[in-house]
């Protein structure tokens, strides 16, 4: 099953580099997922999101408020690839 991943954030520096390293992961993995990039304030509030860059994956928020490291970033990526979609738990944390 095709993984959807969304990387909310309004273009700031830290949301351009969650894209990036999110893409780069997914690439690296293998996965089969698509990523998209949300820059509407609308779309990112209906995820009650307070702090971007935030991650999505299957509309279950994962992250935000932070650019994760890339090992980090991929531990998570290939939990939520092995998890159903409704055990998957939420990581928040502040911008360094």
Same mark, same amino acid.
């Given at each position: 099953?095709?993984?959807?991943?969304?990387? %909310?954030?309004?273009?700031? !520096?830290?949301?351009?580099?969650?894209?990036?390293? +999110?893409?780069?992961?997914?690439?690296? #993995?293998?996965?089969?997922? =698509?990523? *998209?990039?949300?820059?509407?304030? &609308? *779309?990112?509030?209906?995820?009650?999101?307070? +702090?971007?860059?935030? #991650?999505?994956?299957?509309?279950?928020?994962?992250? *935000?408020? !932070?650019?994760?490291?890339?090992? &980090? #970033?991929?531990?998570? %990526?290939?939990?939520?690839?092995? !998890?159903?979609?409704?055990? &998957?738990? =939420?990581?928040?944390?502040?911008?360094?």
């Amino acid at each position: 099953m095709t993984m959807t991943i969304k990387v %909310l954030g309004p273009g700031c !520096r830290n949301c351009v580099i969650l894209d990036r390293v +999110t893409r780069e992961a997914v690439a690296d #993995l293998g996965l089969d997922a =698509t990523v *998209a990039k949300v820059e509407d304030y &609308q *779309a990112i509030m209906d995820y009650s999101v307070m +702090t971007t860059p935030a #991650l999505v994956i299957d509309d279950r928020v994962v992250l *935000a408020g !932070r650019v994760p490291n890339p090992s &980090q #970033l991929r531990q998570l %990526l290939a939990d939520a690839a092995d !998890r159903p979609a409704q055990t &998957q738990n =939420t990581i928040e944390g502040n911008v360094p």
